[in-house]
């Protein structure tokens, strides 16, 4: 099972400022590489697949890009609706399935 | 659009089994275009698959839990449901069920409903 670890657990910045999440895998991920934003009492929104594909509707600030156990999921400038929580997700092996533990990103 | 709707049983006693079901609307649940997930969320806690069912029916179950998980998928009604045995206070959470096309970003989720195992 491919295990992947999110860092930093939490991430705290303003308004304006660029945020850089990253994700490892415990070995390499061909293309099934996902991001997915969650606000509380809310489903998971995709955002990012496939890497570096923005999802319908996503916002270009936000970005994905990687290759092989290393992944990082850039919004460019926050805006207040990005502070959440957000997950990463492989399926090399599809349709099997693993997340990340998330990263929190709150408002300093 | 797809929608989702879960629906089954907010409270489940330790040691029997959860059941859900996954309606589906605004498509059909036998397009060979989608693949259908359960996916469980602990209060507070991170995210789990618990397994994917394809139209055809093949199924594909975290190794986790493996033992314990049942998904099976009626065409006839447009559902697709979770079966989750000998269930613990471990298995408290809120279950979404998700629909995923592969490479095309398409992905939508339920609302999600919460169980609690009761001990």
């Known amino acids: 099972e491919i295990v992947l670890t999110q860092s930093p657990a939490t991430l705290s910045l303003s308004p304006g400022e660029r945020a850089t999440l990253s994700c490892r895998a415990s070995q390499s991920v061909s293309s099934y590489l996902a991001w997915y934003q969650q606000k509380p009492g809310r489903a998971p929104r995709l955002l990012i697949y496939d890497v570096s594909n923005r999802a319908t509707g996503i916002p270009a600030r936000f970005s994905g890009s990687g290759s092989g156990t290393d992944f990082t999921l850039t919004i460019s400038s926050l805006e207040p609706e990005d502070f959440a929580v957000y997950y990463c997700q492989q399926r090399n092996n599809w349709p099997m399935c693993t997340f990340g533990q998330g990263t929190k990103l709150e408002i300093k | 659009q797809l929608q989702l709707q879960e629906s089954g049983p907010g409270l489940v006693k330790s040691s029997e089994t959860l059941s859900l079901t996954c309606t589906v609307s605004?498509?059909?649940?036998?397009?060979?275009?989608?693949?259908w997930d359960w996916i469980r969320q602990p209060p507070g806690k991170g995210l789990e698959w618990i397994g994917t069912i394809y139209y055809s029916g093949n199924t594909y179950y975290n190794p986790s839990l493996k033992s314990r998980v049942t998904i099976s998928i009626d065409t006839s009604r447009n559902q697709f449901s979770l079966r989750l045995s000998s269930v613990t206070a471990a298995d408290t959470a809120v279950y979404y069920c998700?629909?995923?096309?592969?490479?095309?970003?398409?992905?939508?989720w339920g609302r999600g409903t919460l169980v609690t195992v009761s001990t």
């Open positions: 605004g498509g059909s649940i036998s397009s060979s275009n989608y693949y």
């Open positions: 998700e629909v995923v096309v592969p490479t095309a970003g398409i992905d939508y």
